[in-house]
């Protein structure tokens, strides 16, 4: 409801819809489906395949002085390929799409959806809000998601 509306409207309202919730109650399962519904949207990206992980693979690319080590992660689908590399501190994100995608590039996260820059050459350098975390290209493809 919009916060200026007057006291009395918001008791009519709220009476109103207290009466539609006995009256014709929704139905078990149709909220869920609505929900559902609107990820349908997205169907035509194919969920990118991981082809690397340098954390399974034992493989490791350790900063002079850092305990911690950067991660290599390549995902492929049919017509793309995300390659990155996550930061010692996990706080970024380093990588290369091949094609350089034409449409929008983001990175979801339990800290919310953050535009990704892509240069030319289909580079780019993204802060990471939270973990696990996605990148989606958006109309193509979306990686599963991955923990820091």
């Given at each position: 409801?919009?916060?200026?509306?007057?006291?009395?409207?918001?008791?009519?309202?709220?009476?109103?819809?207290?009466?539609?919730?006995?009256a014709e109650p929704i139905p078990p399962g149709v909220l869920d489906a609505a929900y559902a519904a609107g990820?349908?949207?997205?169907?035509?990206?194919?969920?990118?395949?991981?082809?690397?992980?340098?954390?399974?693979?034992?493989?490791?690319?350790?900063?002079?002085g850092s305990e911690r080590q950067a991660r290599l992660i390549s995902f492929v689908a049919d017509q793309v390929?995300?390659?990155?590399?996550?930061?010692?501190?996990?706080?970024?994100?380093?990588?290369?799409?091949?094609?350089?995608?034409?449409?929008?590039?983001?990175?979801?996260?339990?800290?919310?959806?953050?535009?990704?820059?892509?240069?030319?050459?289909?580079?780019?350098?993204?802060?990471?809000?939270?973990?696990?975390?996605?990148?989606?290209?958006?109309?193509?493809?979306?990686?599963?998601?991955?923990?820091?």
């Open positions: 409801m919009p916060d200026d509306l007057d006291p009395r409207d918001r008791e009519v309202l709220a009476a109103a819809a207290d009466w539609f919730d006995h990820g349908m949207a997205r169907l035509d990206e194919e969920l990118a395949a991981l082809a690397f992980d340098s954390l399974v693979a034992g493989v490791a690319m350790r900063a002079a390929t995300i390659d990155i590399e996550v930061s010692e501190d996990g706080t970024s994100i380093l990588g290369q799409i091949d094609p350089v995608p034409t449409g929008e590039v983001l990175l979801e996260s339990d800290g919310g959806d953050v535009e990704v820059a892509v240069d030319e050459f289909g580079r780019f350098r993204v802060g990471v809000p939270a973990w696990p975390a996605r990148l989606r290209v958006v109309g193509a493809t979306v990686t599963p998601w991955v923990s820091g």
